[in-house]
């Protein structure tokens, strides 16, 4: 990979090459929309980046900042895409707990009003304002 590290990459490439974004249309558009930075520098798709450049994603309401290691032009397996970049992203933020959801046998017919303030009580919608 040899011929991969010389000169620089578009920033669009890059971000879609190390496994950032899952298309290079996506990584475009994060960087005409302000989305990306390098080096605290709002960038165009088209924008050169070099090894040690802090590039900055801002995807999926969650920010990454990576450092870039080595230029790659051509999308790589993950294994070597990890090795391209140093994370520096803060950690994501926990996963919410999964709601319960009610569920009812198929054919079991209209709820009495027991059944319904039974489900209203585990959606948490038992609660209503005074009038």
């Given amino acids: 990979m040899d011929a991969q590290?010389?000169?620089?990459v578009r920033v669009d490439s890059w971000?879609?090459?190390v496994r950032l974004t899952k298309t290079r249309s996506l990584a475009a558009t994060a960087c005409r929309a302000g989305h990306v930075r390098?080096?605290?520098e709002r960038?165009?798709?088209a924008q050169p980046v070099r090894t040690g450049d802090e590039v900055r994603l801002r995807?999926?309401?969650r920010e990454r900042i990576v450092v870039v290691s080595r230029l790659v032009r051509k999308?790589?397996?993950a294994p070597?895409?990890?090795q391209c970049y140093v994370d520096n992203s803060?950690?994501?933020p926990p996963r919410e707990e999964i709601p319960v959801v009610a569920v009812r046998d198929r054919g079991a017919g209209r709820p009495t009003k027991r059944d319904r303030r039974e489900l209203e009580k585990l959606q948490g919608t038992h609660l209503r304002p005074p009038r």
């Fill in 80 to 82: 070597v895409a990890v």
């Fill in 59 to 61: 995807l999926g309401g």
């Fill in 5 to 8: 590290d010389e000169g620089p």
């Fill in 43 to 45: 960038v165009k798709p």
């Fill in 15 to 17: 971000i879609w090459s």
């Fill in 90 to 92: 803060p950690p994501p």
């Fill in 75 to 77: 999308r790589v397996g």
């Fill in 38 to 40: 390098v080096n605290g």
